[in-house]
């Protein structure tokens, strides 16, 4: 599965759907809102389309550059509080290197290329948009 949603990302189901009879690993990501300098809140906005066909054509890279027999990449958008599922990323593969490999290349690449952008906000209502990449 590949996709941009604005509901909670359901892990556990998505890795039992992932689990296939001949893989040896399923190497997961799960990118969480956390508490820096007292962020309480994200805002995630995306240009839809766009970040579906390039998170499909990470999707594609990561399949070809590896050894891996699935990916899913589902990127949450809209307001989450600290603690909240932002994004999961599931690389299924016969071996656990090859699965670690894909991953991280996934989410670096989803960092430089995917239209999605985050605006935190404190406690105190002040805000601020985030640069990409980190």
Not at 38 to 53: H, K
Not at 78 to 84: A, I, K, N, P
Not at 103 to 129: A, C, M, N
Request: a negative charge; proline letters at 3%.
């Amino acid at each position: 599965m590949i996709g941009i949603t604005r509901d909670v990302i359901d892990a556990g189901a998505m890795i039992e759907a992932a689990k296939r009879p001949g893989m040896g690993a399923l190497v997961t990501f799960c990118g969480v809102v956390r508490d820096d300098d007292g962020v309480e809140r994200i805002e995630l906005e995306a240009y839809e389309d766009v970040a579906v066909r390039e998170l499909e054509t990470i999707r594609d890279e990561a399949m070809r550059e590896f050894s891996v027999e699935s990916v899913d990449i589902v990127h949450r958008i809209g307001s989450l509080r600290v603690g909240e599922t932002i994004l999961l990323v599931i690389v299924g593969a016969g071996h656990r290197k090859e699965a670690f490999a894909a991953s991280e290349y996934i989410i670096d690449r989803l960092k430089q290329t995917v239209p999605i952008w985050k605006k935190e906000f404190g406690p105190d209502g002040e805000e601020r948009w985030v640069p990409g990449s980190s």
